[in-house]
Every structure is written in C-alpha cells, then in structure tokens.
C-alpha cells in the first residue's frame, strides 16, 4: 500500500517561513514528478510547483522567488520550503508522486492528504 503523508503546515504570520514535506512510503518501484498543489476555500485547487526526479522545477507565477520545491530521492520525500508567506497563500496543501510499483508497470500518480497552511497575523 503506496501512501504519501504532508507534514509542516500550521499558523504562521504575514512574512513568516514553513517548511512542508511530502513522504511517500509503501512498495515502490520508482518515483517520477513530484508536485504540490493547494486549494483555498472556494476557490479551484492550483499548481503550486513540480519537480522531476533529475531536479527540474516549475512554480507558479504566484510562488516564484518565495517558495522552494526539493526532493531526497534516497528517502522519497519532497520538501517545499515557503517564505515571505501571504494571506493568500492560505489553503489547503497536497502532495502528488507519479510513480511505478513493478519495472515494467505503468506510472499512477498518488496524494495524499494534503496539510493545513494558514497566514494571518
């Protein structure tokens, strides 16, 4: 049973720092792009930044130059160090891997949870 569990979200002011990670446990072949995704309250959930599994990262234009996306591969876990923080990068926060269980096998994508980052003073 493959799972992926966030951790590092909480209440934090206007300017302040997190750091979130993402670990994906379980049989595992191979894991692909990585990626964290967020969803406000009423609002559709977004992009926030990938990573593949040689180091290539995209942001949003929202996070560029404030937010940091990682990954150890030895331990299948992602990071993504958030500074400068805002109201508005108030949500919801969900990892995703694309992974394979088997060589040979196809690639799913898998979440999880997803932790709680909220920004106010």
């Known amino acids: 049973q493959v799972q992926l569990v966030e951790s590092g979200g909480g209440l934090v002011q206007p300017g302040g720092s997190l750091r979130l990670s993402c670990a994906a446990s379980?049989?595992?072949?191979?894991?692909?792009?990585m990626g964290w995704y967020r969803q406000a309250p009423g609002k559709q959930r977004e992009l926030v930044a990938t990573?593949?599994?040689?180091?290539?990262?995209n942001y949003a234009d929202s996070v560029k130059g404030r937010f940091t996306i990682s990954r150890d591969n030895a331990k299948n876990t992602m990071y993504l160090q958030m500074n400068s923080l805002k109201p508005e990068d108030t949500a919801v926060y969900s990892c995703?891997?694309?992974?394979?269980?088997?060589?040979?096998?196809?690639?799913?994508?898998?979440w999880g949870q997803g932790t709680q980052v909220t920004v106010s003073s």
């Open positions: 990573i593949t599994n040689a180091g290539n990262t």
């Open positions: 995703n891997a694309d992974l394979r269980l088997r060589p040979g096998d196809h690639t799913y994508r898998y």
């Open positions: 379980g049989s595992i072949f191979s894991i692909y792009t």
